[in-house]
């Protein structure tokens, strides 16, 4: 490897929302290490708006996937202008692969030959050594080990504008009380649960509980399909807050008293925030994309069964649908009482 003096260093990961969060300790274990290296970070665009205000990045190369030909020619003279002497590809897809084709670097760092698909193996020409199945996010963790950084804390440090808090605020004393935030539908669904469910639950915080149930994510049209059932049948009236840019939802995830979401990217963001979250599992593997190292006392587990130390299988179709509204609604219950907090808080370090 190169030394650290030197280093001209390249990250390649382009999306999603929850692979972006999970690379920020990377990139913080990396700042951390060489304070005075040059990192770039190679991103699309919505995925860029969660972490353009990340200090430890020196500078962003914006990819827009759907830009065409145009997009991938302009791509191309940006990476061959500025060569790195050492490029992470914790990504492992065609377009990942293709990226770090043309980029001009000494290392191509990637996964092993056992991770490796879609050419991944071939366009790096130094691999990870193979590791058991383990979290998604101590996968990206193994670059760091690999560079010999050890020892370093694991952060994310989601960063806010003044502008941005104070957004915030307003949105909290709009809803006049603390909220507990529903993240209702995501890009696979598989992973989501049910609209009933989701309505009993949000009538029982507010009945029961005395806090607001907020719908956030995306302004999609299934977000919103999703959104519109859960109202149609729910006894109280949620607040529907699908917003657009993404970082709105962080800002609503950063205020929330607690977070309750399946597999998707905003639960990922909210326990990056620091954020109380009920973590819905039934089709993905917890032990893989599961909170990381918090929040095990509010995770809703259906896809493992009792004693079952299998962490091998990534998925089980189906299983959603035996999570209980009650179990839910317990868990949430629980978050309040063990993790209290100010209602417009923001904790963007564990």
Partial sequence: MPEPGARRIGLIRTGALGDVVHALPLVNGLRDAWPDAHLTWIIHPVPHEVVRHQGAVDRFIVFERHGGLAAWRRLARELRAAPFDLLLVPQVSAKAGMIAALARAEIK??????????????????????????????????FLDALGIT???????????????????????????????????????????????????MARCERELGVAPVIVGGPSRREREVAEKIVAICPVRPVVALEKPVRRTL?????????????????????????????????????????????????????????EEDALRRTRPGRMARITAD???DKVRLALERYPRPVSSVAAER
């Fill in 251 to 307: 800002l609503q995830l950063s205020a929330a008293a607690a977070v309750v979401a399946p597999d998707t990217g905003p639960l990922h963001a909210a326990v990056a925030l620091g954020t109380p979250t009920v973590g819905l599992y039934g089709y993905s593997n917890p032990r893989r994309c599961g909170p990381y190292r918090a929040y095990g006392d509010l995770l809703v587990d259906r896809f493992s069964e009792p004693g």
């Fill in 151 to 201: 020892g370093t804390r694991v952060r994310w440090d989601l960063e806010f504008t003044p502008e941005e808090a104070a957004w915030r605020e307003r949105f909290v004393a709009s809803l006049g009380r603390p909220a507990v935030a529903f993240v209702v539908a995501s890009a696979h669904p598989e992973k989501d649960w049910s609209p009933a469910g989701y309505a009993e639950v």
């Fill in 327 to 329: 179990e839910v609604f």
């Fill in 109 to 142: 760092l990637g996964f092993d030959f056992r991770r490796s698909r879609e050419l991944h193996w071939f366009v790096t020409n130094r691999h990870l050594s193979h590791r058991p199945p383990q979290h998604v996010q101590d996968h990206y963790l193994e």
